[in-house]
């Protein structure tokens, strides 16, 4: 059973690190800490955030 718990555990971490999921949460632990009275921004206003900052930095991209 231990094992079982330990694998779907991998599994679950894994899928978080692929889909984004981790880093979004990484970001929200990060702003309560630098900024402990503004509010978190919701999922998609991070998205927002993260695709201009992206998109500032072309050279960053292959394309």
Known sequence: ???VRRVLG???WYAR???GEA???RYCERHR???PHAPVPT???YEVLRTL???GRPESRCC
């Open 17 to 19: 690190e692929l889909t």
């Open 1 to 3: 059973m231990r094992t």
């Open 43 to 45: 999922r998609r206003e």
């Open 33 to 35: 800490r630098h900024h």
């Open 10 to 12: 991998a599994v679950r």
């Open 23 to 25: 880093g979004y949460d």
């Open 53 to 55: 900052r992206r998109e």
